[in-house]
């Protein structure tokens, strides 16, 4: 049993925990979403940072399993995947995921910065100059160098174009289904003139919508849509 | 034997690996601090980025043992760990630790994007109104989060201050040494602030400088001195 602690709002970083804990059907609770009589709410989150653990994390995303406290998504990936049969069993296998679970951490933030280029705590509309500018350097080079890379790790994969790591479906393949979804959402125009150059991500993409469990998760309530106050976010004016 | 790939002229992101390696006195190439002749210069990384392999890393730094690159400064942190002993034995421990650099990363991601909000492609000339709001926010507010979260996990170590994970030193250690002197380069004024607030992170910094082969290492060529190429920069401008 894992106890999920995550803003209920937001997709946000934890949506890559979530799809792990779903794609593996694995029993869990995303804490924060039960009501504050349960034990849920935004409280549930805020008890754990501001308490006085010797192990406290920084920020959610946060993992409670058997008493011990997990956080930072790729460091929760990396002990998922081998107890969710979501990784290969060699350990250069599962550096390999991990190392590109980090290129997916150093993307999200680029991704996050072009609407927040000056200061988290202000909102978008008081550093708009910024992050239309930033976005523009995000559209126009990062994206592509990003996009370009992970396609090219499918290209080369020794196992064939269909998963990132090996041969099966890893955590890696659940998180790009998630880049490619919150791209489509906060930079339509960008992704359509981009994606027919990265057919394999968009095939990747295409086949983790499709499994089952995945696929069941997307049409239920579990997944809370898009919204502005996510990483990805539609603002037209950032996108080309 | 390691070979560590990384920009020869900056500490950057690499120091964090050099820092590792030299506490543990591990025998390991700077490869592209080598000369051209002898397989160095900025080519040899070049090669391995540009390369049609497999499992080609993004960016460095990057480790090459065994035949195998291992890239993403907190997953080569994670490997080398165990292998030079510089993160205690059980599970627990080593996610914690990894845990904690994965915050470290965050961090630097954050420090660096004071001199550059925008574009890492523009020179900071290019983007300074916004660096000077952007380190605004970082220096009155970041900085002093992220202070407080490692002075507060040194504070709340069940095995007492001296170190970040367990009572004996580890790779975490080594890097928030690296992250205060990063610090105190590029936000003196700050810095000099923030200190008297945080007792037990500036006397773990005093502790790794003392450490035999840590000020060893400190002392001679192969310490790159900090500059105004790496992450931490400084520009009197943005330290209040």
Redesign the interface.
Known sequence: MYNLYYWSHIQGRGEFIRLALEAAGADYVDVVRRSEKRGGGRAAVLAILQG???????APPILEVDG?W???T??IL??LGPRLGLVPKDE?SR??A??LQ??V??FL?EAH?THH??????YYEE?KP?AR??AK?FVE??LPKFLG?FE??LA???KGPSWMVGGELSYVDLSMFQVVAGLRYAFPKAMARLEPAHPNLVALSARVAKLPRVARYLKSKRRIPFNQSGIFRHYPELDR
Do not use: C
């Not at 006085?52 to 920084?58: E, I, K, Q, Y």
């Open positions: 006085n653990d010797p192990r406290a994390p920084f011990e997990i956080s930072q790729a460091n990396a002990f250069a550096r390999w991990n190392q980090l290129v951490t150093d933030v910065d280029p000056i200061a988290k705590h202000l550093q910024a500018k930033r350097a080079l990062r890379y090219g790790v080369r994969n020794a």
